[in-house]
């Protein structure tokens, strides 16, 4: 089942869960025979993690985002939907609701423009669907997701846009850059003792809902990024979340956009399940 409402974790299941988790862990120190000191270094590393703001989220989301995204989603998945995939440790609620044309990022954003283009669709009838809301968020031509540079507004690249009558929509954004997580935190230590990279292939990020359909969460990427094959967040490229960056470089293109310089359009559908299948 898809549960995006907000769930309480009711006493039978965290009786359930603990008492499970308990189980693992306890076989686990038993299996790997971990000693007092090796404990107390772990004690540690979770209470550095609990000091920094961001630590805790992105170990989870790093390391257990997409089993969990995968059975959330089971049931979407199976019914035709566009595939879901993780959340991800930087969703703010509150983004703005932008009026059209719609557009991420500030006038003289750095990077390469690019324009997103497609259509919602109905999974189970292929429909357009309208008034769909869409809910993006992205990292900016440096990497960085707003909340986190000092450099970029509030909210930067992050907006609300609605399908038109047709179930379309289309936004003006920069593409996204490959992310690297902090590698001076927990997390990313961790991953240099494990002889691992701390990349994500760039991609942009979309909560989808409408009335009567299932809400989705998913990502999109773009072929040819060098992490895609190779992402940090094993599993979480779906190969049906990929679609292709293309090049516009002739004049008169560039002129019927108002631009001075190449830009590049991407195009992605969205199939969203019914609530009643
Ligand atoms: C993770 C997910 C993201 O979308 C991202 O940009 C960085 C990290 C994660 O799952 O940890
Ligand atoms: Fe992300």
């Not at 049931?75 to 983004?95: D, R, V, W």
């Amino acid at each position: 089942m898809v549960t995006e409402e907000k769930v309480t974790l009711t006493n039978e299941r965290v009786k359930v869960i603990f008492g499970d988790l308990l189980d693992s862990l306890r076989q686990l120190i038993i299996k790997d025979r971990i000693t007092e000191s090796e404990y107390r270094a772990l004690i540690e590393f979770v209470s550095e993690m609990g000091r920094l703001e961001y630590e805790v989220p992105l170990w989870f989301d790093v390391f257990l985002g997409v089993t969990v995204d995968n059975v959330t989603y089971d049931h979407y998945n199976q019914m035709a939907g566009t595939p879901s995939n993780i959340l991800g440790p930087f969703y703010l609620e509150g983004a703005p609701v932008r009026s059209p044309p719609y557009r991420l990022g500030r006038d003289n954003e750095p990077g390469d423009v690019l324009f997103v283009s497609g259509s919602v669709l109905d999974a189970k009838t292929g429909a357009p669907i309208p008034g769909a809301l869409l809910d993006i968020w992205q990292t900016s031509g440096n990497g960085l997701y707003d909340h986190l540079d000092p450099d970029q507004p509030d909210f930067n690249m992050r907006g609300k846009f609605l399908t038109d009558q047709e179930g379309r929509f289309e936004f003006r954004t920069v593409i996204p850059q490959p992310y690297e997580i902090p590698k001076d935190g927990p997390t990313g230590r961790l991953l240099a003792m494990l002889g691992h990279h701390a990349w994500r292939p760039k991609h942009i990020h979309f909560k989808i809902s409408r009335d009567s359909y299932l809400p989705l969460t998913t990502q999109v990427y773009f072929e040819g990024d060098p992490w895609l094959h190779d992402d940090l967040v094993e599993g979480a490229p779906k190969p049906e979340l990929v679609t292709r960056l293309e090049k516009h470089d002739s004049h008169k293109e560039i002129e019927s956009k108002g631009l001075d310089r190449p830009f590049f359009t991407a195009r992605f559908d969205f199939r969203l399940v019914p609530a009643t299948s």
